[in-house]
Nanobody
Framework: QVQLVESGGGLVHAGGSLNLSCAAS????????MGWYRQAPGKERELVAR???????NYADSVKGRFTISRDNAKNTVYLQMNSLKLEDMANYFC???????????????WGQGTQVTVSS
């Protein structure tokens, strides 16, 4: 059973910083792209940032220059450093990973349970 477990959400004042972590566990062959998505109330889930196994990254325009995604392949963990947080960044943040599983040797998308980021003015 593959699991993604997020941590690091919380309450922060506008302009502040938070660092999210997401660790993969269970039995699998390989983790490909990992990423962070977010969903605010009444809105669709949107991509925040992604990082390939080789370290290539891409970001939503709204977070470029403020957020940094990174990963530690040895720890099967992806991070999201969020700086200069704005009210509009407030959302539930979800970790996502494309993981090659045992038995089928095919890649499937997995999701974490989400971690809430609340930004106060």
């Amino acid at each position: 059973q593959v699991q993604l477990v997020e941590s690091g959400g919380g309450l922060v004042h506008a302009g502040g910083s938070l660092n999210l972590s997401c660790a993969a566990s269970g039995r699998y062959i390989r983790i490909n792209t990992m990423g962070w998505y977010r969903q605010a109330p009444g809105k669709e889930r949107e991509l925040v940032a992604r990082i390939t196994s080789g370290g290539a990254t891409n970001y939503a325009d709204s977070v470029k220059g403020r957020f940094t995604i990174s990963r530690d392949n040895a720890k099967n963990t992806v991070y999201l450093q969020m700086n200069s947080l704005k009210l509009e960044d407030m959302a539930n943040y979800f970790c996502n990973a494309d993981i090659v599983v045992t038995v089928t040797f095919r890649s499937y998308p997995f999701w974490g349970q989400g971690t809430q980021v609340t930004v106060s003015s």
